[in-house]
C-alpha cells in the first residue's frame, strides 16, 4: 500500500494543484453570475432580487409538505439562522416517513461554497511509475462530504429521495405533493402549464429551482463577519484573536490555513477558509450514529457506501471534504460522522490525536489503543500522518496549549456572520 502513503507526503503539491484547479474549474451551469462576492453588509441593506426560478426555488426549500412526514424541509436541516448549518447538536438528523431514521452524516453548512465550488476532479500522473515517484494530487471539488455531485440540483435531489430525510419512494411521489403546493398554479406559469404531463422535466425544473434559489439569494453568502471586516481595514482583531490567527497560518503548528485558506484572493474576494481538497484526518468511530451499531458498517466517503464511482480507489477509503471553517463556531455538531460537539474539543483532537491517543480512540480486545478505528485496518495507512501537526508521537507535547486552543478558538469566532462593528468615537 504504498501509493496511499504517498498521497500525502506534501500538502504543500496538493494544495497548488488545488489552487489550479479553483482557477480552472468551470463553475456550475447558470453560477457565474452568482459567484461575485458580496461587500459586507450589503445582504441586510438590499431585499434580493430573485429569478422566477429562484423565487420557486425558495418556496420548495422551506416547504414541509414535500416530505413524506409533511415535517421536514430543507431548512430543516440547513436552518438559514444557523448558517445553513443544523440547528442542533445531532451527530446525523432524523427523518425518514416517521421521522425516526437517522442518516450516517452530519450536515454540512450550505453557506459560502455553493457559488464557488469547483466541479470534482482527481488529476493524475498517467502512468503508476510515475504515480509512486511523484506526490499525487489529492482530489478536489464536488458537492457533499464526497463530493459526488457536480451540481447544485443533483444534490438537492438527493434529500428529497432519501428514505432517511425526506423519505420520498421516487421522483413522481415529490411531483405528486408539489401539484398539490399552494404555488402549483405559479410553477405552471414559470415552467409551461402541461410540465407536470412529463414527470421527467418536471422534477429536473424543480430541482433547477432549488439550484436557483440557493445561488441568487445573498444569505448563502453574505460575507459580514468580523473578519470580513478586519480584511477591509474596517477594524482590528483583538491580541486573542491576532494570536489564534498566527497559530492557525503556522505552517509548522496548526497548519490549518493550508487547506482552510483565510488570505484574500487577488482580485479582493474574500476567503472561503476551504481549498475544497479531501483529506484522511482518522476521526474517531462514533456510537452516535445507529449505522455504526454494525461493525462491518463503515464510511469511507470518496470509496462509499453512498458515493460509489471510486470505489476501486483504495487510496481514496476515508477521505472526507475540507469543509469552509466560517461559521464553524456556531456549530455544535463537528466533522463528517459528528463525532465531536464542541469546537475546542475539535481543536483538541486535531492537536493531540497522535500524541496522546487513548484520549481519543477505544482499546481493542488486546488492551490496545485502536487508532484510526471508523475506518478498516487494512485502509487506515490513507490517514494522514505526515503534514503537520499529524506528525506527532505519543508522548509528545501537542502543538497547542490549552491557551492556545482559546486563542485558535477566538480567532475561528471572528468567522461568525452577524458581526455588527461598533461606531467609531468621535
Not at 423519505?167 to 402541461?194: I, W
Request: hydrophobic share 40%; charged share 20%; proline share 7%.
Amino acid at each position: 500500500m504504498l501509493f496511499p502513503a504517498i498521497r500525502f507526503n506534501a500538502r504543500s503539491g496538493a494544495r497548488f494543484a488545488a489552487l489550479a484547479a479553483l482557477l480552472a474549474a468551470v463553475l456550475l451551469p447558470g453560477a457565474a453570475a452568482a459567484a461575485a462576492v458580496a461587500a459586507p453588509g450589503a445582504a441586510a441593506d438590499a431585499k434580493p432580487v430573485y429569478s422566477d426560478a429562484a423565487a420557486l426555488g425558495k418556496l420548495m426549500f422551506f416547504d414541509a409538505s414535500l416530505s413524506a412526514s409533511g415535517k421536514m424541509s430543507c431548512a430543516s436541516c440547513h436552518s438559514p439562522s444557523h448558517a445553513y448549518g443544523p440547528p442542533n447538536g445531532l451527530a446525523a438528523q432524523l427523518g425518514g416517513a416517521d421521522m425516526r431514521s437517522q442518516g450516517t452524516r452530519a450536515v454540512p453548512s450550505l453557506r459560502y461554497v455553493l457559488n464557488r465550488t469547483p466541479m470534482w476532479s482527481h488529476a493524475q500522473a498517467a502512468s503508476m511509475s510515475e504515480r509512486l515517484s511523484e506526490t499525487d494530487n489529492a482530489p478536489v471539488g464536488g458537492f457533499g462530504w464526497d463530493g459526488r455531485f457536480n451540481r447544485l440540483r443533483d444534490q438537492a435531489s438527493f434529500p428529497l429521495l432519501n428514505p432517511d430525510e425526506m423519505a420520498n419512494k421516487d421522483p413522481v411521489a415529490v411531483l405528486v405533493k408539489l401539484e398539490r403546493a399552494p404555488y402549483a398554479a405559479r410553477f405552471k406559469e414559470v415552467f409551461g402549464q402541461n410540465i407536470f404531463a412529463d414527470p421527467a422535466r418536471a422534477f429536473t425544473q424543480a430541482m433547477y429551482a432549488i439550484e436557483r434559489f440557493e445561488l441568487e439569494d445573498p444569505s448563502f453568502h453574505p460575507y459580514t463577519s468580523k473578519f470580513d471586516y478586519y480584511l477591509d481595514g474596517k477594524l482590528q482583531l483583538t491580541a486573542q484573536e491576532l494570536r489564534g490567527k498566527k497559530l492557525f497560518d503556522n505552517p509548522s503548528g496548526g497548519n490549518c490555513a493550508a487547506c482552510h485558506i483565510d488570505q484574500a484572493g487577488v482580485d479582493g474576494s474574500h476567503p472561503l477558509f476551504t481549498d475544497f481538497n479531501f483529506q484522511a484526518l482518522g476521526v474517531p468511530r462514533n456510537p452516535e450514529l445507529r449505522a455504526n451499531a454494525d461493525p462491518k458498517y463503515f464510511d469511507m466517503g470518496l470509496c462509499g457506501p453512498l458515493r460509489t464511482d471510486q470505489a476501486s480507489d483504495t487510496s481514496n477509503c476515508g477521505l472526507f471534504k475540507s469543509v469552509s471553517l466560517r461559521n464553524t463556531a456556531t456549530r455544535q455538531v463537528f466533522f463528517h460522522n459528528g463525532r465531536f460537539h464542541t469546537l475546542k474539543d475539535s481543536l483538541r483532537f486535531y492537536v493531540q490525536r497522535d500524541t496522546n491517543p487513548a484520549k481519543w480512540y477505544p482499546k481493542d480486545a488486546h488492551g490496545k489503543v485502536d487508532k484510526f478505528n471508523d475506518l478498516p485496518v487494512a485502509l487506515r495507512v490513507n490517514v494522514d500522518t505526515t503534514d503537520e501537526p499529524l506528525t506527532r508521537k505519543a508522548g509528545e507535547r501537542p502543538v497547542w496549549s490549552e491557551r492556545d486552543i482559546d486563542d485558535v478558538a477566538a480567532f475561528l469566532a471572528t468567522l461568525n456572520d452577524g458581526y455588527v462593528p461598533k461606531p467609531k468615537q468621535q
